[in-house]
C-alpha cells in the first residue's frame, strides 16, 4: 500500500509561459516565484509552488503527490513495478526542477504523468499575491480517465485512498480528511481536467465571480454548491483550455471508518444543489 501525505504540485506545458504567468498571478491570485530559463514557478501557500508552467506541449500535465520518506519512495516503486506500472527515478537535475528531495515518475492506466516526491522545498517567505483572491491552497485536482471505474480500483487498492463520493461511474478519491483529493472524470485522453484552489470565504468565491466577469475572463460553471463536498465553488477558463475553480467550505470526514460513499446520479444535475448548470464537457 503506498501511502500519500499531500497534493504537492501540478505540471504544465505552455507554449507562452510569460502569458500564463501573467494570467496565473493577475487572474488566479497566485504568486510569481522562482524562474528559470523554461519554467515559471508559482505558489498558493508556504511551499516553494505548487503549479509549474514551463515550455513544451499543452498536453504534457504532471500532479505531484508526496509520500512520507525515501523508505516509502523506494517500496512504491517497487510496488508500481510490480503492477506493470513503469517507474522512473528523477536525476539530481530533475529533482532540482521539480525542487524536491527526490521523486519518481509513473501513468496510471489511462496514462496520467505522476509524480510521488519526498521532501517537497518550502518558501522561506509568506505567501504574498499580487490579487488577493483569499486563497488559501492548493486542494485537488480533477483527473481524466478513459475508464472511471478501472482507475478508481487502481488508486484504492493500491494506494491509501477511498471513495467519498460517486458521480456517476466517476469517483471522487481521497486520502485524508478533505471530501477529494482527485476527481475522476470520463475523457478520451489523459491529463488534468481542473486545478482546484481553496479560498477563504463565501464572500471571496463572490468577488472573483464579479472580478472574472469584470474581465471578462469565461465562467465555466457556478457560483453554486455541490452537494457531494458541500463546497462553494466558481470553475473558469485559463490558458491553454485548463478549467481553474476556487472554492471554500470543503466537507471534512473526520469518521473515514464509519462514513459511507453516496451514490450521485450522471448529469449535470448532481453537480449543483442550487440548480446551477456546467459549461464543462466532462461534467455532462
Known amino acids: 500500500m503506498i501511502e500519500l501525505k499531500d497534493m504537492c504540485y501540478v505540471r504544465l506545458g505552455t507554449r507562452d509561459v510569460d502569458g500564463a504567468v501573467q494570467y496565473a498571478t493577475e487572474i488566479v491570485g497566485l504568486e510569481a516565484g522562482g524562474r528559470t530559463r523554461d519554467a515559471a514557478y ?51 537535475a530533475e529533482c ?57 480500483e487502481f488508486w484504492c487498492k493500491n494506494f491509501n485512498i477511498r471513495v467519498s463520493d460517486w458521480l456517476g461511474s466517476c469517483g471522487l478519491l481521497t486520502f485524508d480528511q478533505v471530501h477529494h483529493r482527485i476527481a475522476l472524470f470520463p475523457s478520451d485522453y489523459p491529463g488534468v481536467q481542473h486545478i482546484n484552489h481553496q479560498v477563504e470565504t463565501f464572500d471571496d468565491v463572490m468577488r472573483s465571480w464579479y472580478f472574472l466577469n469584470d474581465r471578462q475572463i469565461p465562467i465555466r460553471f457556478g457560483p453554486g454548491r455541490h452537494p457531494t463536498s458541500t463546497a462553494i465553488f466558481v470553475y473558469f477558463a485559463g490558458p491553454d483550455d485548463m478549467t481553474f475553480e476556487y472554492s471554500t467550505g470543503v466537507r471534512m470526514i473526520t469518521d473515514p471508518d464509519n462514513d459511507r460513499p453516496r451514490q450521485f446520479p450522471p448529469g449535470p444535475e448532481a453537480f449543483c444543489m442550487w440548480g446551477a448548470m456546467p459549461d464543462i464537457p466532462e461534467f455532462q
Open 42 to 92: 508559482l505558489r498558493s501557500d508556504g511551499r516553494d509552488h505548487s503549479l509549474v508552467y514551463f515550455d513544451g506541449d499543452t498536453d504534457d500535465h504532471t500532479v505531484g503527490m508526496e509520500v512520507g520518506d525515501m523508505d516509502a519512495l523506494d517500496a512504491a516503486a517497487v510496488g508500481l513495478e510490480a503492477l506493470g506500472r513503469p517507474v522512473t527515478k528523477g536525476s539530481d
Open 96 to 152: 532540482e526542477a521539480r525542487r524536491v528531495g527526490a521523486f519518481i515518475n509513473f501513468t496510471d492506466p489511462t496514462g496520467n504523468s505522476i509524480d510521488l516526491v519526498v521532501r517537497p522545498y518550502h518558501h522561506r517567505a509568506r505567501y504574498f499575491p499580487a490579487r488577493d483572491a483569499g486563497i488559501t491552497g492548493f486542494s485537488h485536482i480533477g483527473l481524466r480517465s478513459s475508464d472511471p471505474v478501472r482507475d478508481e
